[in-house]
């Protein structure tokens, strides 16, 4: 509203017509209905239509959540997977589920839900997770691609952990039909099978297909170094429990797309590669310690926010 | 609109406490006219709204490559990425994505909230040196948001190899606002050995999968 700015009457002012006048004026200011005064600073709570059961405002017009996993708080009912094994290709990801092995997908009923032009799908996701390993620093052996060897300062090779292993969690969405029976990849995400160098025996994804992954330490390796060696073993450190935590955004700009249900999978361990032609940066399964490599969830949840971008 | 009607005060008249009653009556009207009370509840729908009326919403579901290049080392194992070494990076804040920082157009005024996530991974396997052994990993991938040069967010970041989310939040003026998300590394300590037995380079740190999502509430 437009605000009018002058100093009140007091007690004992003598009567001025100028000033009389110009008090009246502003209240009776030309183009007091203008854009500013019923547009801009008019509208208010009130004027605002009130979110109903089927829309949730201005902002956001769809949410919904569901517990993923094994959800039990003290980790006494999880689920336990070994690392993916070396016959290529890899097999398919491992399907977030419950105790009794039934995957938890979020499902948005019979209709799905519709991500027009002009909106963004937002999508996070959190699950408790443990990864862990059978016998003493495994990574370290054989042709595992997990370790690098230094100077133990007898100029002999010392092998300590990258500590980049990992664990690889993404999104999958099935657009078919809500029998939720067809989950593929979400877009910009690969799903960590393709083969990338070495005659097919190398899979993986490239970085840059990974918008949806979020990653877990698969182990944890330390040492002291002393004057640019590693005289002494390095140790192997307990990842412990540990939360994951990802998030995924779908903007539509044009057309749309309906969704019935999403999933979280995963697959591991995972080590980083990069072609040396190309340059291209990858995640390819690290098989030569896969067998020794464990991965255990407990629960978590998914939320699904779909609102407009303007 | 209502407009003088009723007495117009000149000079060296009396002013009669009629003269101000009678007009400060006919201006009543014009004082309560069209306005929010006048309104009728719920008569602003989506349909009305004008775009980015109330809010606008900036993001990157991949940001640029969704990796780091800035400080990317070629002379490292291809068990590595290319990535940063410390032959590469030499201290201070980069951009998570080499270029321009984010502008967010438009911005009207008012409460910005905003999140980047990806995943991070710092090497982080020695202790500050044999008369140091603790903390365990003292490397961080430390981050922070940007705004318009100020501080939004920062945090110590991932310290092995782990995914990541920071976000801030803030009230900002209208105009373009300049939005640069940052990484850093710890250095090393005087006792890391920062080759290999065969002379590569250890990969120290990376950033990818990288994205970010903004609003913008203006009301």
């Known amino acids: 509203m437009s605000r009018i700015n002058r100093q009140r009457v007091e007690d004992g002012d003598s009567v001025d017509a100028t000033d009389l006048n110009a008090r009246f004026q502003d209240y009776n200011q030309s183009g007091g209905l203008n854009a500013f005064n019923t547009r801009d600073a008019a509208f208010d709570l009130p004027q605002f239509k009130n979110p109903g059961a089927s829309t949730f405002g201005f902002l956001a017009s ?17 689920v336990t997977v070994t690392g993916v094994s070396s016959t290529p290709p890899p097999a398919t990801p491992f399907i ?16 799905g839900i519709t991500v027009s032009a002009g909106e963004v799908l937002r999508v996070y996701w959190d699950l408790s997770v443990y990864p862990h390993w059978i016998g003493s620093r495994p990574w370290t052996t054989g042709a595992s691609v997990d370790f690098y060897t230094f100077d133990n300062g007898s100029g002999a090779a010392m092998a300590l952990g990258t500590n980049a292993a990992c664990w690889a969690f993404w999104l999958q969405w099935d657009i078919t039909s809500n029998a939720l029976s067809n989950f593929v990849e979400v877009p910009n995400q690969s799903d960590f099978r393709t083969p990338l160098i070495g005659g097919g025996t190398v899979y993986g994804a490239q970085l840059g297909d990974t918008m949806s992954t979020c990653v877990v330490p698969a182990f944890i390796d330390r040492a002291a170094p002393d004057d640019g060696t590693i005289p002494g073993s390095p140790d192997q450190v307990r990842v412990g429990w540990r939360g994951l935590s990802g998030a995924w955004y779908y903007p539509k700009t044009s057309g749309s797309q309906t969704i019935y249900g999403m999933r979280v999978v995963f697959t591991g361990p995972m080590a980083p590669n990069h072609n040396s032609s190309t340059g291209a940066n990858h995640l390819i399964h690290s098989v030569a310690w896969s067998s020794d490599s464990r991965l255990s969830y407990a629960g978590g949840s998914i939320d699904v926010v779909k609102q407009r971008t303007g | 609109m209502k407009k003088w009607t009723k007495r117009d005060a000149t000079e060296r008249t009396t002013a009669s406490p009629a003269a101000v009653n009678d007009e400060l009556r006919s201006s009543q009207s014009s004082i309560t006219t069209l306005d929010r009370d006048q309104l009728p509840g719920d008569v602003v729908d989506q349909s009305r709204l004008q775009t980015y009326a109330l809010h606008r919403v900036y993001l990157a579901e991949k940001w640029g490559s969704g990796e780091q290049t800035a400080a990317a080392d070629t002379d490292v194992l291809t068990r590595a990425w290319k990535a940063a070494t410390y032959q590469t990076y030499t201290g201070g804040w980069l951009s998570g994505v080499t270029g321009a920082p984010v502008t967010l157009t438009g911005f009207k005024g008012g409460h910005l909230f905003l999140e980047w996530s990806g995943n991070a991974y710092v090497f982080g396997a020695m202790a500050d040196g044999v008369s140091q052994p603790k903390p365990g990993s003292p490397r961080y991938m430390r981050l922070r948001i940007l ?34 998300l940052q990484w850093r590394l710890i250095e090393p300590s005087a006792d890391d050995p920062i080759e290999d037995l065969g002379g590569k380079n250890i990969v120290q740190g990376h950033i990818y999968s990288q994205k970010y999502f903004a609003i913008g509430r203006f009301r």
């Open chain 1, 62 to 78: 769809y949410q919904n959540s569901a517990l993923i996993g094994a959800n039990d708080y003290k980790h006494s009912s999880i």
């Open chain 1, 96 to 111: 977030v589920g419950n105790a009794a092995g039934s995957p938890t997908p979020i499902s948005f009923g019979a209709a």
């Open chain 2, 147 to 180: 705004v318009s040069g100020i501080v939004l967010a920062e945090r110590r970041g991932p310290a092995y190899h782990e995914s990541f989310r920071i976000f801030g939040s803030g009230v900002f003026p209208s105009g373009d606002l300049s939005v640069e």
